[in-house]
């Protein structure tokens, strides 16, 4: 297939089309809201059951099939946000704060993106590795952890380390995901035959109604792109598209298959909206929300799940290729 028309069938599956429903809500001004509880509840769902089925792949698979691609996954979380403060201090002229929370969102990853990218690759039949959500998982805290130090010394106010680490690791997110993935280790395939009903059959309902809420969401962010200057846009653009080759290559170089491997470069080239905002809004009060929610929000957000992943899908089979 062509890349555009690999384009084209991702725009028209159902998780997408009901993201673009809800950005049109937004901009048309329509009363459609979804309750908050609702949102948490379908949140909730979606990240326990990627951790689930992560971890009962991860319980059937070798140690050394999983640990080289962890290793390379979290060298990809060491190092992204490293570069990405960089540039935005030096060509971007922003402060030490928001370069640093700009760095935590695009150095983490976005659990949605990775569950559309699971959803492409279903409607093209392409495998991949099972243990790939251990590596979402694996992937939520190096960059948020780099960048805080990165701005640690240089800004005034300070959160101790303590209170910072039970931010991030007992946030919902890094919580549900870890959580599942261990009761999945622990139980395996016949303990999680007993709520695959629940947590496989509906899951795509699911994430389309979760993706109709994201969709409001992004919209909502539309008005501060004018806020953010023309440099945050194409960062926002150019930046994940840099990380998903170099995701992509990682992961062939670890030896995953080239549907794993096109997922790692999706996760590389994703940005954080829930992990990395909880731990920025602790520890960086000064950052401003414009910039780093607006970004992965509004720009890379949309960007990935609208041209992203079958842009990162036609990498893949070149890198390989195939």
Same mark, same amino acid.
């Given at each position: 297939?062509?890349? !555009?028309?690999?384009?084209?069938?991702?725009?028209?599956?159902?998780?997408?089309?009901? *993201?673009?429903?809800?950005?049109? $809500?937004?901009?048309?001004?329509?009363?459609?809201?979804?309750?908050?509880?609702?949102?948490?509840?379908?949140?909730?769902?979606?990240?326990?059951?990627?951790?689930? %089925?992560?971890?009962?792949?991860?319980?059937?698979?070798?140690?050394?099939?999983?640990?080289? #691609?962890?290793?390379?996954?979290?060298?990809?979380?060491?190092?992204?946000? !490293?570069?990405?403060?960089? @540039?935005?201090?030096?060509?971007?002229?922003?402060?030490? $704060?928001?370069? $640093?929370?700009?760095?935590?969102?695009?150095?983490?990853?976005?659990?949605?993106?990775?569950?559309?990218?699971?959803?492409?690759? $279903?409607?093209?039949?392409?495998?991949?590795?099972?243990?790939?959500?251990? @590596?979402?998982?694996?992937?939520? /805290?190096?960059?948020?952890?780099?960048?805080?130090?990165?701005?640690?010394?240089? /800004?005034?106010?300070?959160?101790?380390?303590?209170?910072?680490?039970?931010?991030?690791?007992?946030? %919902?997110?890094?919580?549900?995901?870890?959580?599942?993935?261990?009761?999945?280790?622990?139980?395996? &395939?016949?303990?999680?035959?007993?709520?695959?009903?629940? *947590?496989?059959?509906?899951?795509?309902? /699911?994430?389309?109604?979760?993706?109709?809420?994201?969709?409001?969401?992004?919209? &909502?962010?539309?008005?501060? @792109?004018? %806020?953010?200057?023309?440099?945050?846009?194409?960062?926002?653009?150019?930046?994940?598209?840099?990380?998903?080759?170099?995701?992509?290559?990682?992961?062939?170089?670890?030896?995953?298959?080239?549907?794993?491997?096109?997922?790692?470069?999706?996760?590389?080239?994703?940005?954080?909206?829930?992990?990395?905002?909880?731990?920025?809004?602790?520890?960086? #009060?000064?950052?401003? #929300?414009?910039?780093?929610?607006?970004?992965?929000?509004?720009?890379?957000?949309?960007?990935?799940?609208?041209?992203?992943?079958?842009?990162?899908?036609?990498?893949?089979?070149?890198?390989?290729?195939?």
């Amino acid at each position: 297939m062509s890349a !555009l028309e690999l384009i084209q069938l991702n725009l028209l599956t159902p998780v997408v089309l009901a *993201f673009f429903l809800g950005m049109a $809500a937004t901009l048309l001004r329509s009363d459609l809201k979804m309750p908050d509880e609702l949102y948490q509840g379908l949140s909730i769902y979606l990240l326990l059951a990627i951790g689930l %089925k992560g971890g009962v792949e991860l319980s059937a698979a070798a140690p050394r099939e999983f640990l080289i #691609p962890a290793g390379g996954a979290v060298l990809l979380g060491l190092a992204v946000p !490293l570069w990405c403060y960089a @540039l935005l201090r030096k060509i971007g002229r922003l402060t030490v $704060a928001d370069s $640093a929370a700009l760095a935590a969102h695009y150095g983490s990853v976005s659990a949605v993106t990775f569950l559309a990218t699971l959803a492409f690759l $279903a409607a093209l039949g392409v495998p991949h590795e099972g243990f790939m959500p251990a @590596l979402l998982a694996i992937m939520e /805290v190096p960059a948020i952890v780099v960048a805080l130090l990165l701005a640690r010394s240089r /800004v005034p106010e300070r959160t101790p380390w303590r209170e910072l680490a039970r931010e991030i690791l007992t946030g %919902k997110s890094i919580l549900l995901l870890a959580g599942g993935l261990l009761i999945g280790l622990i139980t395996g &395939r016949e303990g999680f035959a007993k709520v695959e009903g629940f *947590f496989v059959t509906p899951f795509q309902g /699911v994430l389309a109604l979760f993706l109709l809420e994201m969709g409001m969401v992004a919209a &909502r962010r539309f008005g501060d @792109l004018r %806020k953010v200057g023309w440099f945050l846009v194409g960062f926002g653009i150019v930046m994940p598209l840099l990380h998903g080759a170099l995701g992509i290559y990682v992961g062939k170089w670890c030896g995953l298959s080239m549907g794993g491997s096109m997922i790692l470069g999706v996760l590389a080239a994703s940005a954080s909206y829930i992990a990395a905002p909880a731990a920025v809004r602790l520890s960086l #009060p000064q950052a401003n #929300p414009t910039y780093y929610l607006t970004a992965s929000l509004a720009i890379t957000f949309p960007f990935n799940l609208t041209f992203g992943i079958p842009l990162y899908y036609a990498f893949a089979r070149f890198a390989y290729g195939v």
